[in-house]
């Protein structure tokens, strides 16, 4: 089922509201780089789940590219990787994004095989 071009964009808007707000919710609780992993860690686990389960394309756009676009952090993960490798190093720096992406990659796999094994 394919949806319509403006109830498409009505749905990712939505979708992204609610991520953003999300966003900032938990960047309220926890601060810093921690927050950034946290949030690109919890988001590709929830688009790991949203990509293997069987949802037609109008919660696929609400959820993943909706929600999970606006929640996830890849300007913030880019500015805090940039600002670390200027305060503690290169080393740092690049310690941090590839635990990021390491992570960010993890949960989408565990996302999507967990919900895999359900439907």
């Known amino acids: 089922m394919t949806v319509a071009p403006l109830p498409a964009t009505a749905l990712v808007g939505v979708g992204g509201a609610l991520g953003a707000v999300a966003r900032h919710a938990v960047g309220l609780r926890v601060e810093g780089r921690l927050s950034v992993l946290l949030v690109n860690a919890l988001g590709s686990f929830a688009l790991g789940a949203v990509s293997a389960a069987p949802i037609g394309s109008a919660v696929a756009l609400l959820l993943g590219v ?9 300007s913030s993960f880019a500015v805090g990787t940039v600002r670390t490798a200027s305060e503690t190093g290169i080393r740092a720096a690049a310690g941090g994004a590839a635990s990021t992406l390491a992570a960010a990659l993890a949960a989408f796999l565990l996302g999507s095989l967990l919900v895999g094994r359900l439907f």
């Open 66 to 74: 909706g929600f999970c676009g606006a929640f996830t952090t890849f």
